[in-house]
């Protein structure tokens, strides 16, 4: 019997077909394709001022060491505007199949987090893939955490108060960075905020089957990602869990996560199983599966009811954790 697909949230169905409207490019993704894709986001860079938010934040732009020796990595630092010293701060990892996306872009929603809760938005440029493969990624995300760790004096944040947050692609490796942060040392995480991560390279879930074609973000989409990122090794028995983070034996011992995913995108599934074997390990992790959820809803559609109720749930989270650590 074949799969069903499950249907999406009535508006963000009128939003999505508005979107593939204005957006008719929906042939798979290709190498080929990558230059335009490319060229499409470094569009869309924020102007400093714009992510100042009207003088809200003081925005800075470092770039710092890599690990062993590798290039530097361009950090975002967003401080919001008289706020006390020894500040939170939200390590943001951006999206965009670990081939794309950019450490300026697609910042409106987790600045407005960083300003409702006074912490400081550190946003990290990673290399991307395929020029780049694991595990450039992973080693740029935690090469720049150390260094926000090493000068939280001078930055005003308090290294304890960290909390790693990512979407899809950057989702996966906060997730991964979690992992190395646990293993291989490093600053305290106080908190891991996934959403919508991407952490199993296997790509072989029951809904990566049943929500195949469904949306732009579809299984063959998430192949492509994965293949840019691993090329052969990709699903293979050899893939690290600083890769994959799914392909982790052993979840103990991380930071309180909070996940959330769509129940009609085709990560659906590995999302629900990490977080049950975070609570299998002894961990702490909330969950949210949002009915009739498409890959990134809250962006695409933003003035959805269940996008709202997204990022409230989302800010809700981060706003306990905080609170009471």
Not at 27 to 45: F, H, N, T, Y
Not at 155 to 181: M, Q
């Amino acid at each position: 019997m074949p799969a069903v697909p499950v249907p999406l949230d009535a508006e963000l169905r009128v939003a999505y077909d508005a979107y593939l409207a204005a957006e008719p490019d929906s042939a798979p993704m290709s190498i080929e394709k990558l230059s335009v894709i490319r060229a499409e986001i470094d569009a869309e860079v924020a102007a400093l001022e714009d992510l100042s938010r009207g003088g809200r934040f003081t925005v800075s732009q470092p770039s710092v060491p890599g690990l062993d020796g590798a290039p530097e990595i361009p950090l975002l630092v967003c401080t919001p505007s008289g706020a006390p010293a020894s500040r939170p701060a939200l390590y943001s990892i951006h999206g965009g199949g670990f081939y794309g996306g950019d450490h300026r872009t697609g910042l409106d929603q987790i600045l407005e987090t960083a300003e409702r809760l006074g912490a400081t938005l550190v946003s990290v440029g990673y290399r991307l893939a395929p020029e780049h493969p694991y595990p450039a990624q992973i080693d740029d995300a935690y090469a720049g955490l150390l260094w926000v760790a090493d000068h939280a004096d001078e930055l005003g944040i308090d290294r304890e108060r960290i909390v790693v947050t990512g979407f899809s692609a950057g989702g996966g490796l906060g997730a991964a960075l979690a992992l190395t942060v646990r293993d291989k040392g490093g600053p305290r995480l106080l908190g891991q905020l996934l959403l919508a991560p991407v952490l199993d390279d296997r790509n072989d879930s029951a809904s990566a089957l049943q929500m195949d074609d469904v949306e732009l973000y579809d299984r063959s989409r998430n192949e492509f990602a994965w293949s840019t990122l691993l090329g052969d090794a990709r699903g293979g028995a050899d893939v690290p869990q600083y890769a994959a983070p799914a392909r982790a034996t052993d979840l103990s011992g991380l930071p309180p996560a909070f996940l959330d995913v769509g129940s009609a995108e085709c990560l659906r599934d590995e999302v629900l199983a990490y977080a049950d074997r975070i609570w299998q390990a002894g961990g702490e992790a909330e969950l949210h599966v949002w009915p009739g959820g498409i890959h990134g809803f809250d962006r695409k559609a933003p003035e959805a009811r269940i996008s709202k109720a997204a990022v409230a749930a989302c800010r809700n989270w981060l706003e306990h954790l905080l609170a009471t650590n």
